[in-house]
């Protein structure tokens, strides 16, 4: 099993900005994940990404993927302050649980 | 379609008590996990089962049990209660275990006092 690793660990931004978190892993993945959770509840899936993909979209979520550098990135575009949650990246190898990272902190202020 | 569903939403313990915290996944789902979420050490993997065997474990102390029952419903249990252990519990469900997407339950809040 393998860990994401989310950068940054906080951001803050206005609405109406882009945000852009990254996801490092270490071993080889069949598919990346990234998950949104609103403050103490359960996370939310947003968009599962294949190794085989370098790109994928989801309403205003961009997620792309290099394999070759080991990287994930999601860009939310024209934030709203209902954006404002924890962002988890999970790669998922050949084991099947998903290991979560310790998050990025989005805060986008009205 | 129901969601997932966790009960209690709120329990608050006293150290040595034990705990059992229920899931009950989306219909049709087989496989369930359990994670440990603590401000400390953010989001950790406790286990994972489909149709009722554990699959997958974290790194976790015996301490911390689970089963699954076979209409896929799951239980966990904490015993002998540490105040470390105070942290939201999430369950999660999956079609099947292999690389599908995770619906997460509200999360029980666990106090230990």
Request: net charge positive; aromatic share 10%; glycine share 8%.
């Amino acid at each position: 099993s393998q860990q994401g690793e989310e950068d940054p660990q906080a951001l803050s931004i206005q609405e109406g900005e882009n945000a852009t978190m990254n996801c490092s892993y270490k071993t080889s993945i069949n598919n990346l994940q990234w998950y949104r959770q609103n403050s103490g509840r359960g996370l939310v899936h947003l968009i599962l990404i294949r190794s085989n993909e370098r790109e994928k979209h989801s309403g205003r979520l961009r997620v792309t993927l290099d394999t070759s550098k080991k990287s994930s990135s999601l860009l939310i575009t024209a934030s709203r302050a209902a954006d404002t949650a924890s962002y988890f990246c999970a790669p998922s190898g050949d084991t099947d649980k998903l290991i979560f990272g310790t998050g990025t902190r989005l805060q986008v202020f009205p | 379609k129901a969601g997932v569903t966790q009960t209690p939403r709120y329990l608050i313990k006293t150290r040595g008590q034990q705990v059992t915290l229920s899931c009950s996944p989306i219909s049709g789902h087989r496989s369930v996990s359990w994670y440990q979420q603590t401000p400390g050490q953010g989001l950790q993997f406790l286990f994972e089962y489909f149709s009722e065997t554990q699959r997958n474990k974290g790194n976790f102390p015996g301490r911390f049990s689970g089963r699954q029952f076979s209409n896929s419903r799951s239980e966990m249990n904490v015993s002998t209660l540490e105040l470390g252990d105070s942290a939201l519990y999430l369950c999660a469900s999956s079609l099947s275990v292999r690389y599908n997407e995770q619906f997460f339950g509200p999360g029980t809040r666990l106090t230990v006092l």
